[in-house]
């Protein structure tokens, strides 16, 4: 829905909204507004989803990460665009008395490579879990750790196990095997 509503810098910038038949003044305040709006009731939904995916009394160090990811992107995104914008040659130097709209011919190719780049988010929606909102992922419990289940912790139990099973322990692979899905079980 974000990505929809940021389209009103390409448009603004290509003068379509004049075509319409809607001033800049409206169409850039009315757009913003929209973004701003859109943007905040976006975010609640996050939130409300990673305090159920995280695990329990993890919550402040999650949303620590969130806040500072975020900061991050916010302190990235500059550089990208002017890079960007440096490529497709909207580059103006502000000299007094030189006319460079000329300049900003490709400024809406610019904003729109920059929601495409937005885009990509979309493609990691699968890792969001097919729960309803009022249900827990994980089960509570004081035992509970942070990386139960995890590929990584499943990934080092094999790799212990055949440590194990190459120093002459008694495992065969089928025990092997049998131990490391009683692990995944118990952590599932």
Not at 16 to 38: C, E, K, M
Not at 39 to 66: D, R, V, W, Y
Not at 85 to 97: I, N
Request: one cysteine or more; hydrophobic letters at 45%.
């Amino acid at each position: 829905m974000l990505i929809v509503m940021q389209l009103g810098d390409p448009i603004v910038f290509s003068r379509l909204n004049l075509r319409i038949g809607i001033p800049d003044q409206v169409f850039v305040i009315g757009s913003t507004a929209l973004v701003s709006a859109v943007s905040i009731i976006q975010f609640m939904p996050g939130f409300l989803i990673l305090s159920h995916l995280c695990p329990k009394n993890m919550e402040a160090t999650m949303f620590a990460l969130l806040a500072s990811l975020s900061n991050y992107s916010q302190n990235v995104t500059p550089p990208i665009s002017g890079y960007i914008s440096e490529l497709l040659g909207v580059v103006p130097r502000g000299l007094p008395g030189v006319d460079e709209s000329a300049t900003f011919d490709n400024l809406w190719i610019v904003s729109l490579i920059l929601i495409g780049i937005s885009v990509t988010s979309l493609f990691f929606l699968w890792l969001i879990p097919n729960a309803r909102m009022n249900e827990r992922i994980f089960a509570d419990g004081d035992d509970a750790s942070a990386t139960s289940g995890s590929p990584l912790e499943r990934w080092l139990q094999r790799k212990k196990i055949s440590k194990e099973y190459e120093k002459g322990s008694s495992f065969s692979d089928k025990a092997a095997d049998s131990v490391v899905q009683e692990k995944e079980d118990i952590s599932a």
